[in-house]
């Protein structure tokens, strides 16, 4: 298995642009997250979804949309993108837990390191 | 909702020294608890994880942590560090019940010297 797979690794983006990041992972998690790390901040989160075609904000969604059309596939874009939004963005999955069920840690991808110029 | 406090942002220390790196949280609910690890330009793995039972947990590589509940504490520990523990550490906790979400201490960075 590759667990989660993050692509792409790097990108410079100029102020305005758009992207999209895509999350995949091949352990048919649930749930999936995308966070943001700033140096001293830790990790956000900044969307995350508990099924295919659900999703739901985190603490820091504005600027971001999302999509979960495969299970498989976490898209994660930025429809304009600001110099606010540099930053390294993760994204983690974890399995369903059954009621009475062990929690499941999440586990994430290597990262995309995005500037935006 | 929950919260974490990671008191120190850097902690450097000698090679085979001890080392703690505290973390605090706070929540109105019963909680998970975990610490990650994050290696230079790398993403985070899991270290070690609290979920019920026993209040030591140990990790593969000699950390351990313990769950203190009065004073909403999870604290990591080693005895002797290594060179190769350099890294930046994040105490994490979850709620438990509902979305399950985690929320990250602000981190710390160790940095272990020869």
């Known amino acids: 298995n590759a667990g989660v797979t993050q692509t792409p690794k790097f990108r410079v983006l100029k102020t305005g642009q758009s992207m999209t990041l895509l999350c995949a992972q091949d352990m048919n998690h649930e749930y999936m997250y995308w966070y943001r790390q700033d140096p001293g901040m830790g990790l956000r989160l900044i969307h995350y979804?508990?099924?295919?075609?659900?999703?739901a904000k985190g603490e820091v969604p504005d600027g971001y949309n999302v999509s979960r059309l495969k299970k498989q596939n976490f898209l994660l874009g930025l429809e304009s993108a600001a110099p606010s939004q540099t930053s390294v963005y993760f994204c983690?999955?974890?399995?369903?837990?059954?009621?009475?069920?062990?929690?499941?840690?999440?586990?994430f991808g290597p990262g995309t390191r995005l500037t935006v110029l | 909702a929950q919260s974490v406090t990671q008191l120190d942002s850097q902690v450097p220390v000698f090679e085979e020294a001890p080392v703690e790196l505290r973390c605090n949280y706070s929540?109105?609910?019963?909680?998970?608890l975990f610490w990650y690890v994050q290696y230079p330009n790398q993403g985070l793995q899991l270290l070690l994880k609290y979920l019920s039972g026993s209040t030591l947990v140990e990790s593969i590589n000699g950390f351990e942590a313990e769950f203190n509940k009065s004073q909403t504490s999870f604290h990591l520990r080693k005895p002797s560090v290594h060179i190769s523990d350099t890294a930046e550490y994040f105490c994490?906790?979850?709620?438990?019940?509902?979305?399950?979400?985690?929320?990250f201490g602000k981190g710390t960075k160790l940095t272990v010297n020869p």
């Open positions: 994490a906790v979850s709620e438990k019940g509902g979305s399950e979400k985690l929320v």
């Open positions: 979804s508990v099924g295919e075609g659900t999703t």
């Open positions: 983690a999955s974890r399995p369903f837990r059954t009621s009475g069920g062990t929690y499941n840690e999440q586990f």
């Open positions: 929540s109105s609910v019963s909680v998970y």
